[in-house]
């Protein structure tokens, strides 16, 4: 018996929930619903497997997985959904106001579009002091989350240009996190792509669109951010940092207090 969603969710909510129950390939298929959603979810089964590198057996795997009984029965699930439109505010001060309130429901979509196994898993790669994490991408959130990681846990690095003298001692046991957003870049899909066949952990942040770097991701962030407007994938970037916190536990928060007295200190030094 098919498993329809409440009245009070949809399809991509059950998708997101049930993203740690799916093999790795089926992800790949999950994550192109949710990028494109709900237009994705009624291509053909040849179609939506080609955009998402897989085989039409695991769409229709996919399918079953969430209580369906193949694919059309899938689509007939979708289309039974009620459309919801972002109602706008009656009253608009300023222009100022209208970004703010832009920004804030950018947060919010961002936060609610996120499946909690990427988020966990997320947590999970960059608190594990195991490994090394490696971060890489052309935009200023690639430094940020630098900054973050590395005031809480050691062997965090920020790749720099060119990328093959820190990435030389990558291992299958490491981590990469790339950011790649709208125009995506070829160099950042390519590092990624070099890093799966190592074995090791990519984490991607990107556009809701997804990069083609997601390909080659073990986790896939998207954000309501584009270059000229970032507060989302910053908002994103500060909560994952905090939960590395958390996961940490006390020897994170030392190190945090011992890198805030130092840089004190030096600040004192140079008055």
Same mark, same amino acid.
């Given at each position: 018996?098919?498993?329809?969603?409440?009245?009070?969710?949809?399809?991509?909510?059950?998708?997101?929930?049930?993203?740690?129950?799916?093999?790795?390939?089926?992800?790949?298929?999950?994550?192109?619903?949710?990028?494109?959603?709900?237009?994705?979810? %009624?291509?053909?089964?040849?179609?939506?497997?080609?955009?998402?590198?897989?085989?039409?057996?695991?769409?229709?795997? %996919?399918?079953?997985?969430?209580? %369906?009984?193949? %694919?059309?029965?899938?689509?007939?699930?979708?289309?039974?959904?009620?459309?919801?439109?972002?109602?706008?505010?009656?009253?608009?001060?300023?222009?100022?106001?209208?970004?703010?309130?832009?920004?804030?429901?950018?947060?919010?979509?961002?936060?609610?579009?996120?499946?909690?196994?990427?988020?966990?898993?997320?947590?999970?790669?960059?608190?594990?002091?195991?490994?090394?994490?490696?971060?890489?991408?052309?935009?200023?959130?690639?430094?940020?989350?630098?900054?973050?990681?590395?005031?809480?846990?050691?062997?965090?690095h920020l790749v720099g240009t060119p990328p093959v003298t820190t990435l030389a001692d990558l291992t299958g046991r490491d981590v990469l996190v790339v950011f790649d957003l709208p125009p995506y870049e070829p160099a950042v899909t390519a590092l990624a792509r070099y890093a799966a066949r190592l074995h090791a952990k990519v984490v991607l942040f990107t556009a809701a669109g997804l990069s083609p770097a997601a390909a080659h991701a073990e986790v896939v962030l998207p954000?309501?951010?584009?270059?000229?407007?970032?507060?989302?994938?910053?908002?994103?970037?500060?909560?994952?940092?905090?939960?590395?916190?958390?996961?940490?536990?006390?020897?994170?928060?030392?190190?945090?207090?011992?890198?805030?007295?130092?840089?004190?200190?030096?600040?004192?030094?140079?008055?």
């Amino acid at each position: 018996m098919t498993e329809q969603p409440t009245t009070e969710e949809t399809l991509a909510d059950v998708i997101r929930q049930r993203l740690g129950e799916c093999s790795p390939a089926e992800r790949k298929v999950a994550r192109v619903l949710l990028a494109d959603y709900p237009s994705a979810g %009624f291509e053909t089964v040849a179609r939506l497997a080609t955009r998402a590198g897989v085989s039409g057996p695991t769409v229709v795997r %996919f399918a079953t997985r969430l209580g %369906f009984q193949g %694919f059309p029965d899938f689509q007939r699930g979708l289309r039974t959904e009620t459309s919801v439109v972002d109602r706008v505010p009656a009253n608009r001060q300023t222009p100022l106001l209208d970004a703010v309130n832009a920004a804030a429901k950018a947060m919010v979509r961002t936060v609610v579009g996120l499946p909690p196994y990427d988020v966990a898993e997320a947590v999970e790669l960059l608190a594990d002091r195991r490994r090394h994490v490696y971060v890489v991408g052309g935009s200023l959130l690639a430094g940020y989350l630098h900054q973050l990681l590395a005031t809480v846990r050691a062997g965090v690095h920020l790749v720099g240009t060119p990328p093959v003298t820190t990435l030389a001692d990558l291992t299958g046991r490491d981590v990469l996190v790339v950011f790649d957003l709208p125009p995506y870049e070829p160099a950042v899909t390519a590092l990624a792509r070099y890093a799966a066949r190592l074995h090791a952990k990519v984490v991607l942040f990107t556009a809701a669109g997804l990069s083609p770097a997601a390909a080659h991701a073990e986790v896939v962030l998207p954000s309501d951010a584009s270059p000229r407007a970032l507060t989302p994938a910053v908002a994103l970037l500060e909560a994952i940092a905090g939960g590395v916190l958390d996961r940490i536990g006390p020897e994170g928060a030392h190190r945090m207090e011992q890198t805030e007295a130092l840089a004190a200190d030096l600040d004192g030094g140079q008055a």
